[in-house]
């Protein structure tokens, strides 16, 4: 079993005020080795260096905690999971959260059911369906404390894709890379026609100098029914 050096982010980790446990540390590593062992199956991850599984992909997500406030108990939806990140991770750092995995791959889906299962997870649920169809069922739609997406397409077409998941008065969480200011300077029209207030962000510097940056979105008022549009509509016409 690989062991992917948790102890050495719990300092980084204290510096924000995020405590990991002795469970949290032992659930991460066996997290990192199904990730590695699912790997050699279907295409999860590029990230397999152990080092960098825990800075780039564990403590890259626990930053989440550094720039947005998590409410004891909050729902939580991670729109295009894929591997799990963020959504996984957060999980394991903060058990109290109600956590909803969705993407679109039923092989991925698979195996954040197997994590969940092997790591005693409760209160998450992974969901096999595509952003846009969810976005229009009842059971989802404007059910999230927070909704966040992971690198996964550009600011105004992830904004469509997430946006109806937030309730009013929640927040929308992108984690994107050094490309964020320019994706936000257009993304005024799509912040407007979806009910997000003004976009505010955050710059964070990993290891080896790469830059994270979090992109925050308050909610403030309903997203209008028509919204998200399929597919096709949202990658060629983005708002």
Sequence with gaps: MTDFGIEKIIPLCKDFGLGLDAQAVERLNLYGNLLL???????????????E??????YDCLLFFKNVKLEKGASVIDVGTGAGFPGLVLKIARPDIKLTLLDSLNKRINFLNDVIAKL???GV??????AEEAGKKSEYRERYDIACARAVASLPVLLEYCMPFVKKGGEFV???????KEE????KNALRLLGGG???????????????????VKKISQT????????????KQPL
């Design 37 to 51: 062992s699912w790997n050699e199956k279907i295409n999860l991850t590029a990230i397999t260096e152990p080092e």
């Design 53 to 58: 599984v825990l800075y780039k992909h564990f």
């Design 120 to 122: 005693n997870l409760e």
């Design 125 to 130: 649920t992974a969901v096999h369906a595509r």
């Design 174 to 180: 992108a984690m994107k890379g050094p490309s964020a």
């Design 184 to 187: 936000m300077s257009k993304s």
């Design 198 to 216: 003004q976009a505010n962000i955050i710059c964070e510097t990993l290891t080896g100098n790469e830059q994270r940056s979090f992109i925050t």
């Design 224 to 235: 209008p029914p028509k919204y998200p549009r399929i597919s096709a509509k949202i990658s």
